[in-house]
């Protein structure tokens, strides 16, 4: 089992900024794919951004490519997330999961093979 807590949520302008962080416990940082996901209100749940195996390589779905970064802190067992350039569609609940490789790329973005979930952040994007 792996124990997953996402902090750096909040409110924002657009255009604005954020840097989500999932803190990681119960498990041997690097050794699992760690993805964001978020969901808005009467939306499926949607992959963001994946990190792989010791940050080998990032993921991003084509909707934040060249606006959210992932990335590992070098010190602890944190994955960021890095929001840039934020817009209305950007408002959802993020969540941040692990899930166990090897991963085909058609996989990375499917919640079913995410096995732990944090409890989410919430992050709201004005206009």
């Known amino acids: 089992q792996v124990q997953l807590l996402e902090s750096g949520g909040g409110s924002v302008q657009a255009g604005g900024s954020l840097r989500l962080s999932c803190a990681a416990s119960g498990y041997t940082y690097g050794r699992y794919y760690i993805g964001w996901f978020r969901q808005a209100p009467g939306k499926e749940r949607e992959g963001v951004a994946v990190l792989g195996t010791d940050g080998r390589f990032t993921y991003y779905a084509d909707s934040v490519k060249g606006r959210f970064s992932i990335s590992q802190a070098n010190a602890q067992a944190t994955v960021n997330l890095q929001m840039n350039s934020l817009k209305r569609d950007d408002t959802a609940m993020y969540y941040c999961?692990?899930?166990?490789?090897?991963?085909?790329?058609?996989?990375?973005?499917?919640?079913?093979?995410?096995?732990?979930w944090g409890p989410g952040t919430q992050v709201t994007v004005s206009s």
């Open positions: 999961a692990a899930a166990a490789p090897p991963l085909p790329v058609r996989f990375l973005f499917d919640v079913n093979k995410y096995n732990d």
